[in-house]
Structure formats: structure tokens, C-alpha cells
């Protein structure tokens, strides 16, 4: 008879067996950098995350060297908006202070910045309005703007998550023709119209005004349309491709996997993490090992690399294995 039990005998076979693994080296780490001082304000819904100024910010940056965290995600909350986001390329923005802030300070750590508008237009779309509606070309001017000033502020990669067509395309030729030709992009290619963004809409400042967001970002009922748009972002030369949210979109995951030669991320948003964190909270899952288990589930989907809130907890919990 044929028995896979056969290898799953003792802690060791298991071992020789086992197929995926997560490691410290798959994570990045994103961060809400607030304008302004001494800020350190905890967000209600995504417990032991918070937005910190540029001052308080320190301990939070050794924690994660010292953990060998590879990278950050930086998400900007400006202290002033308006119609267009033009904070997003103002060179002395919150973005491009807090880039400068970390490559001199902690040079070893890869700084990617979330490329957007929503947390810097006073209507909280992710681009200009016409006609109730985001246009999407003449957004595409603004993220160049935008990503030049980021990249003369010297991040280390961009990742543009406004779901704009051309956008890869757009950037692209704004980096090589200001110098930056070695600047990589990581588009969030496949992102989805989704309500497990929730949490993160308080804790960037970032809901919309009016309306939402399913005229640019994708449909959750789709998943052939999902290769369509990696296939558009491969061809403009997005060097990563991303998925977003992870959990619900596993399949999607493996899509993007067994169809395109680039490194493969994925986003474990904040209402994934906040559903881990309160049911932990009221004793009724165990949350370190459903965090594992999940953040495992994307590695098996077929995820190089995960962003993820819970990156600190899992390097704490890696580094002591
Ligand atoms: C900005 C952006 C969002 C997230 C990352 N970049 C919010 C949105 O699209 O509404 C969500 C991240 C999360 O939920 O953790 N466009």
C-alpha cells in the first residue's frame, strides 16, 4: 500500500520533507511615517502598529535592523492636502525627509516607498479628479513628478499602488530619463477593490471622500483579468510583480507564479493582520501559529516576497529557531 505516513514519522523526515519555508529574508516591513513632531500614536485596529514622526522613529528602525528585516515600505501621512497630492513631490516632503532620515541613518536598510496620492488629496482618491472620477493620464504626469523626487532623495525602489493603466510605463521613463536607470519598480499589479483594506484607510489617513476605488483598483470576481494586468506591467518592466490582499487571493498568487519570470510579492493587508490580532485577543485562535500558518500559505501560493505587518513578530519568532 502506498502510506505518506510513512514520512511524516518524526520531527526529522519531516524536515528532509517539507517543502516551503518561511525566512526573515522573504519580509518587508511597512511604515507609517507622520508629519510633524513627537508623534507616536497606536492604531486602534492594528495593535502594536503605529504612526510615528521622524523623531520618534529610532527605536522602531533598530528593532528592525537588529532583526535583519531586509526592507521597509514607507507610507507618508503629509500634514497639509489638496486636490492634486502635490506633497507627493514636493522634495521636502515627509516622504523625502523621512528617505533621507533612514539611508543616512540606517544605510544597510533597502527603503521601498508606497507611491500613491491617497494619503495626500483632500478627496483621498489616488490620483486628480475630473469628472468624479480619477484621470487616469494626468495622474500619470504626477507619479513621474513624484517618483523622481523620490528617487533624488535616494530610496532604493519604488512600488506604485494606484492601479493607474501605463503606470510601469509612465515611471519608467521618468527614472531613465532623470539618471535612475537602476532604480527597480515593484508594481502592485494585481491589486484588488478590497474591504480588507479597512483598517489601513485610519491608520494612512487615506478614505475616500466620496465614492471608492473600483473604477481603478480590480474586481474581486476576477482572476483572468488578473493575468492581463501583470502581463501590461511585465511588458512596461515592472521588476516585481505584487498581489494584493494575500489571504483571499492565494490563487492569484500561483497565477502570477506559473506565468511570468519576475520575482513574485505579495501584500498581507491590514485586515488580514487585524482579523489574526482580535481574534487572538479574545482567546479564540492561537495567533502566532495562524500567523505562521498564513504567512506559509503564500510562500506555498508561490510568494518570493510577503509585506507584512507581522514581519518584527516572525523574525522574533524565526531567530530563535
Ligand atoms: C494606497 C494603499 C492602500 C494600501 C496600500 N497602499 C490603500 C488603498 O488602496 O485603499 C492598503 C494596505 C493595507 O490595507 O494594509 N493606495
Known amino acids: 500500500m502506498n502510506r505518506t505516513r510513512r514520512l511524516r514519522k518524526t520531527e526529522n523526515i519531516r524536515r528532509l520533507v517539507r517543502e516551503n519555508k518561511l525566512t526573515i529574508d522573504d519580509l518587508i516591513y511597512p511604515l507609517f511615517i507622520e508629519e510633524g513632531e513627537n508623534i507616536e500614536t497606536e492604531i ?4 502594536g502598529i503605529k504612526r510615528f514622526s521622524l523623531d520618534r522613529i529610532s527605536k522602531e528602525l533598530d ?3 537588529e532583526l535583519d528585516i531586509p ?3 514607507l507610507f507618508g501621512i503629509p500634514s497639509k492636502k489638496d486636490d492634486t497630492g502635490s506633497e507627493t513631490w514636493n522634495d521636502n516632503g515627509i516622504m523625502q525627509q523621512a528617505i533621507r532620515f533612514i539611508k543616512k541613518n540606517y544605510p544597510s536598510l533597502y527603503v521601498i516607498t508606497d507611491v500613491c496620492f491617497c494619503e495626500y488629496t483632500s478627496h483621498g482618491h489616488c490620483g486628480i479628479i475630473h469628472d468624479n472620477d480619477v484621470d487616469n493620464d494626468a495622474t500619470l504626469v504626477n507619479i513621474a513628478k513624484q517618483v523622481i523626487s523620490h528617487a533624488k532623495a535616494g530610496v532604493d525602489m519604488v512600488a506604485p499602488s494606484g492601479m493607474m493603466d501605463g503606470m510601469i510605463q509612465a515611471i519608467r521613463e521618468a527614472l531613465d530619463n532623470t539618471g535612475f536607470s537602476n532604480l527597480p519598480v515593484m508594481s502592485y499589479a494585481v491589486k484588488y477593490s478590497s474591504a480588507f483594506y479597512g483598517p489601513f484607510r485610519d491608520a494612512a489617513d487615506s478614505a475616500p471622500t466620496f465614492g471608492d476605488r473600483r473604477t481603478y483598483q480590480m474586481d474581486p470576481s476576477n482572476r483572468d483579468e488578473g493575468l ?8 512596461e518592466g515592472a521588476d516585481i510583480l505584487m498581489v494584493k490582499p494575500a489571504l483571499a487571493y492565494l490563487d492569484i498568487i500561483r497565477d502570477l507564479k506559473n506565468n511570468f ?3 513574485i510579492a505579495c501584500y498581507n493587508v491590514s485586515g488580514e493582520y ?11 485562535i492561537d ?3 495562524v500567523m505562521m500558518e498564513s504567512l506559509l500559505s503564500m510562500k506555498r501560493a508561490g510568494a518570493d516576497i510577503i509585506i507584512t505587518y507581522f514581519a518584527k513578530e516572525v523574525a522574533k519568532i ?3 529557531k
Do not use: Y
Open 44 to 47: 486602534v485596529s492594528m495593535p
Open 71 to 73: 526592507a521597509v515600505l
Open 274 to 284: 487585524a482579523m489574526i490580532k482580535a481574534a487572538a485577543a479574545k482567546g479564540w
Open 287 to 289: 495567533g502566532d501559529r
Open 63 to 65: 528593532e528592525v535592523v
Open 261 to 263: 519570470d519576475r520575482p
Open 318 to 320: 524565526l531567530q530563535k
Open 228 to 235: 492581463r494586468e501583470a502581463t501590461f506591467d511585465d511588458e
